[in-house]
T-cell receptor, first 116, second 111 residues
Framework: KAGVTQTPRYLIKTRGQQVTLSCSPI?????VSWYQQTPGQGLQFLFE???????NKGNFPGRFSGRQFSNSRSEMNVSTLELGDSALYLC???????????????FGPGTRLTVL | QQPVQSPQAVILREGEDAVINCSSSKALYSVHWYRQKHGEAPVFLMILLKGGEQKGHDKISASFNEKKQQSSLYLTASQLSYSGTYFCGTWGPYNNNDMRFGAGTRLTVKP
């Protein structure tokens, strides 16, 4: 099976711009979670989608949004970029057989976003 | 509500052992362990479930004390390939459908 893929791998934007990141989960996985990783804050949960519905959201401002399509692919959008949004954005998928507490997550390689 | 990991960093020689700890202030359903090498995605190592069930790699061992809401990852006879940052992730009744990760423990194994 192909792993989780994320595009683009690298992105450079300027403050105030908007960005969209894409994630394709492992075939058959319907749950997709997004994380922001920075040296100072570690891995921070952004949100999780399952069957096109957002099931949970972390403590991030409304500038961060996402969606999931019927094929389980997910996109994350950040509007009005700030310098502090520079980070590695990881998505992870998992099988939904018995709940997230009981299934490992499979991470994609991430998108490195730099905001200038 | 993020779990707390200790130590923050550890340096070992090949063949030495290490223990990485993860503790939570809240009750837990499960603890997950991941390892991330520099420039790569986190990779799953192990899940420890309430009730004692575990699943993961045979060469990795860990414990989960439900009463103390703590987990420990045991790395024995370390190899160079063990180097990386280890993260614990926790699931509990305080969160639903999201994992809270610790800040990570950077492990360096030297020849």
């Amino acid at each position: 099976k192909a792993g989780v893929t994320q595009t683009p791998r690298y992105l450079i934007k300027t403050r105030g711009q908007q960005v969209t990141l894409s994630c394709s989960p492992i075939s058959g996985h319907r749950s997709v979670s997004w994380y922001q990783q920075t040296p100072g804050q570690g891995l921070q949960f952004l949100f999780e989608y399952f069957s096109e519905t957002q099931r949970n959201k972390g403590n991030f401002p409304g500038r961060f949004s996402g969606r999931q399509f019927s094929n389980s692919r997910s996109e994350m959008n950040v509007s009005t970029l700030e310098l502090g949004d520079s980070a590695l954005y990881l998505c992870a998928s998992r099988p939904e057989t018995s709940g997230g507490a009981y299934n490992e997550q499979f991470f994609g390689p991430g998108t490195r976003l730099t905001v200038l | 509500q993020q779990p707390v990991q200790s130590p923050q960093a550890v340096i070992l020689r090949e063949g030495e052992d290490a223990v990485i700890n993860c503790s939570s202030s809240k009750a837990l359903y499960s603890v997950h362990w991941y390892r991330q090498k520099h420039g790569e995605a986190p990779v799953f190592l192990m899940i420890l479930l309430k009730g004692g069930e575990q699943k993961g790699h045979d060469k990795i061992s860990a414990s989960f004390n439900e009463k103390k809401q703590q987990s420990s990852l045991y790395l024995t006879a370390s190899q160079l390939s063990y180097s990386g940052t280890y993260f614990c992730g926790t699931w509990g009744p305080y969160n639903n459908n999201d994992m809270r990760f610790g800040a990570g423990t950077r492990l360096t194994v030297k020849p």
